[in-house]
């Protein structure tokens, strides 16, 4: 028995097997399979060997028509490598012998053979240990990418434990399997905690060594209330878990009730929860649990799910699909928010760049890409005669950007009406704030955009100068700091004043001990992972606006996130004594 400690994203808690997934650029962790599965894993080796060989020999053609002969004899060098007999039988020893994955038998031996080039005294044979490093990355990556392939395949229920998730993973999940997410790396939010929690299922992020710790196959608890995870539970363990899993359920579905009252304070104030969400199927249970629309719509994972551009007419299906499964209630389109860590393999973000949420990301990237943005745009357009639809753009920084992206929704609506394609003429324009510059500009901003949205993942991220994903830094990444609550302010106030619509979509929504200070700042409109519906509804019910703003000016006197959120806390366990922070 084990216990892991981490950073709790997700609450809840989930008992079942482990199914490791690794990754190229991290050390890979020693996992042992059964006798009966050794014969797999050669056949998978000799696969990855034979789709590596096939790569180097496309590379090498290439090169040789570009650069020449001489200079693509490089790869004619990791061909040799790669064929070398030796090499090959002790990686396939270790398999035979260990009963290791074929993944950590690569892994040894090729590390193992880099650092032995690496120690040379010979300039020329230390150099080696490059091509050698190169040519463990391109076979585990065929290795891995094997793995995650069957994992959009699982034939049972598993927590998955992984390093961290891409988007682009995440995209290809079998969710309906997945009970719980552990990684080594992650914050608060990570795309994998936004991802867990949008499904409502437990997760633990920033576990340093979780990979390292656990095998295939091996029985886990995840606890995502507390944080922590463990490792093959003793039977007391199993016992207590099981019985807090029976409580939680009592719990949801006493929330589950509320799904036909409204959202209303005790002195009467309503307020609009909507929902977050990734794909249209997602939309049928957002409403149960609730939802008075989608807030927020992100559409890049119709790109991350597919290796190739979705076409006008795929994305045209899938806006349509979401706006009649809204049913008449508001959808909030969310424009291209590729880049930084959402990754497309497909193309337009495939650069390397040495700063990447700094980079060339999100409105920024369309801006560049005008076929790919007039795709989506006209796409959005087409599918809007057939429901309420807002176009929403994110990580606008400037003013110029905002009049960009106008003019060339204007310029796509001028296309349609000369082809006599017809389309919504009233559909409200509006922007995320998510950064610094554009919250401190909110009153300019609110003379041409028709609504706002506070994205205040990124907002955090850029006010206190944290990678959100970064788990070395995360207990710095907090949504109580003073500067955020003092943007978030602004941004309200320049919103009422210029008598325009101001909602908040962040994961900083959904958590319960932000819901008093959020509505005493004058939110009205918040949209949140559809499993966090019920529990903010019931903290709205049980609140005055009176009470809330009490809160806020509390708050107001605060000098550190930690007396903020200390104090926000304990004012949550008075409205929501037996809520799931009161277990945290």
């Known amino acids: 028995m084990q216990i892991k400690k981490g950073i709790a994203v997700s609450p809840g808690v989930a008992i079942s097997r482990a199914v490791v997934i690794d990754a190229e650029d991290v050390a890979i962790p020693r996992r042992v399979v059964a006798s009966s599965a050794v014969g797999k894993e050669i056949n998978r080796l000799d696969q990855a060997l034979e789709a590596s060989h096939k790569d180097i020999e496309k590379l090498r053609d290439q090169a040789v028509a570009t650069v020449g002969e001489d200079l693509a004899k490089i790869f004619d060098a990791h061909l040799a490598m790669l064929m070398d007999r030796p090499t090959i039988a002790q990686i396939k020893q270790a398999i035979e012998s260990e009963n290791v994955t074929a993944e950590y038998a690569v892994y040894s031996v090729m590390r193992r053979l880099a650092q032995m080039f690496s ?7 230390r150099e080696r240990a490059n091509d050698i490093w190169d040519l463990e990355r391109r076979i585990l990556g065929h290795l891995i990418g094997h793995s995650q392939q069957e994992l959009a395949h699982l034939d049972a229920e598993c927590i998955l434990v992984a390093h961290d998730l891409t988007p682009s993973q995440t995209a290809s999940l079998d969710k309906k399997k997945i009970r719980g997410i552990a990684t080594d790396a992650g914050g608060r939010t990570s795309h994998t905690a936004i991802l867990a929690h949008a499904l409502g299922i437990p997760a633990v992020v920033g576990l340093e060594d979780i990979t390292g710790a656990i095998n295939n196959g091996d029985s886990i608890i995840l606890d995502g209330n507390r944080g922590q995870a463990i490792i093959e539970p003793n039977a007391e363990q199993l016992l207590t878990y099981r019985e807090q899993k029976r409580k939680a359920t009592a719990f949801e579905h006493t929330l589950d009730e509320l799904r036909k009252l409204p959202a209303q304070t005790t002195d009467g104030t309503a307020i609009a929860l909507q929902a977050n969400i990734e794909f249209p199927d997602e939309i049928e249970p957002a409403l149960g649990k609730g939802a008075t629309g989608i807030g927020l719509y992100r559409t890049e994972f119709l790109f991350l799910a597919s290796e190739t551009e979705p076409t006008e007419d795929q994305q045209y299906a899938s806006y349509k699909q979401a706006i009649e499964a809204c049913n008449g209630l508001p959808l909030t389109i969310r ?152 943007l978030i302010r602004e941004v309200v106030r320049a919103a009422k004043r210029a008598n325009i619509d101001v909602s908040l979509c962040g994961e900083m929504g959904g958590e319960p001990e932000y819901v008093m200070l959020l509505l005493g700042l004058g939110l009205r409109k918040i949209s949140i992972t559809p499993p966090a519906i019920p529990e903010v509804k019931q903290i709205v019910r049980s609140v005055s606006i009176e009470k809330c703003k009490r809160v806020m000016r509390k708050v107001a006197t605060f000098e550190t996130e930690h007396q903020v959120l200390n104090y926000l806390r304990e004012e949550i366990r008075r409205v929501l004594p037996n809520g799931t922070l009161g277990s945290r």
């Not at 003013?399 to 559909?427: F, G, H």
Request: hydrophobic share 45%; net charge negative.
């Open 119 to 125: 120690g040379q005294e010979n300039r020329y044979l």
């Open 335 to 486: 424009t291209l928010d590729l880049g930084a860590d959402k990754v497309w393999l497909g193309g337009y973000t495939d650069h390397a760049e040495r700063n990447p949420f700094l980079g060339c990301r999100s409105i920024r990237l369309c801006l560049q890409n005008l076929p790919l943005f007039k795709t989506q745009l006209r796409a959005i357009l087409r599918a809007s005669v057939h429901g309420p639809v807002r176009i929403m753009f994110p990580l606008i920084s400037n003013l110029m950007e905002l009049r960009q992206a106008k003019m060339i929704l204007a310029d796509v609506q001028e296309d349609l009406d000369e082809q006599a394609i017809e389309y919504a003429t009233d559909i409200p324009v509006g922007m995320m704030i998510e950064v610094p510059s554009a919250a401190l500009q909110a009153s300019v901003f609110a003379q041409e955009a028709d609504f706002f949205s506070i994205g205040t993942n990124d907002l955090i991220q850029y006010t206190v100068a944290v990678d959100r994903g970064n788990e070395r830094i995360a207990n710095l990444y907090s949504a109580a700091h003073p500067a955020v609550i003092q």
